[in-house]
């Protein structure tokens, strides 16, 4: 199974200011990577597959990076909407096993 | 657009077998360029993925749940199911369909239901 291990766990950020959360595999994914917005009592959104292409109706202060066993999500100039739960994702094995890293919490400073 | 909504008893006894359904409304189960997932959440931790079914009928499980789960396709009712059988108290979370665009998002979730929350206990 691939491993997915996200830092930091927790994120204090003002509003305005930028993000960098990390996400790492245990093993090479390739660009098999997305990234998920979750806030308290809902379900996932997709904000970035392929490692770095934004999702429909995702806006551009969202990007993505990385490829292999590396990746980050950046957000520019965090809105109030913005501080929730983030997740990555590799769906890279075959037979499929696809796994979800433990999150990284993005609260106000 | 693709839309999904979870259905099911919320409460399960443990050794049981846990039964919930997905609707799909705004394109057909049999459509290829879907696949039709089950992952879940139990309270306070990630993500975990159960399986996914295609239009063909065909499916994956992750190896955590191959020995105890079944996904199907109903494509009278365009739902497709998930059972779990011989639940205990670790099995209680929130249970999710979702899927994707083959083409747009490959095998990126796009698309989730709301998600519902399934308790063990007797």
């Known amino acids: 199974e691939i491993v997915m291990t996200q830092s930091p766990a927790t994120l204090s950020v003002s509003p305005g200011e930028g993000a960098t959360l990390s996400c790492r595999a245990s093993?090479?994914?390739?660009?098999?990577l997305a990234w998920y917005q979750q806030k308290p009592g809902q379900a996932p959104r997709l904000l970035i597959y392929?490692?770095?292409t934004r999702a429909a109706g995702i806006p551009p202060r969202f990007s993505g990076s990385g490829s292999g066993t590396e990746f980050t999500l950046s957000i520019s100039s965090l809105q109030s909407e913005d501080f929730a739960f983030y997740y990555c994702?590799?769906?890279?094995?075959?037979?499929?096993?696809?796994?979800f890293g433990p999150g990284t919490k993005v609260d106000i400073k | 657009q693709v839309q999904l909504e979870e259905s099911g008893p919320g409460l399960v006894k443990p050794s049981q077998t846990l039964s919930l359904t997905c609707n799909v409304s705004g394109d057909s189960v049999r459509s290829a360029s879907y696949f039709w997932n089950w992952i879940r959440q139990p309270a306070g931790k990630r993500l975990e993925w159960i399986g996914r079914?295609?239009?063909?009928?065909?499916?994956d499980y992750s190896p955590s749940f191959k020995s105890r789960v079944l996904i199907s396709l109903d494509t009278s009712t365009n739902q497709f199911s998930l059972r779990l059988s011989s639940v205990t108290a670790a099995d209680a979370a929130v249970y999710y369909c979702?899927?994707?665009?083959?083409?747009?998002?490959?095998?990126?979730?796009?698309?989730w239901g709301r998600g519902t929350m399934v308790t063990v206990s007797s």
């Open positions: 994702q590799q769906y890279h094995n075959w037979p499929p096993a696809f796994t």
């Open positions: 392929g490692a770095s």
């Open positions: 079914i295609y239009s063909s009928g065909g499916t």
């Open positions: 093993q090479s994914v390739s660009s098999n």
């Open positions: 979702a899927s994707g665009h083959i083409v747009t998002t490959g095998e990126a979730f796009a698309i």
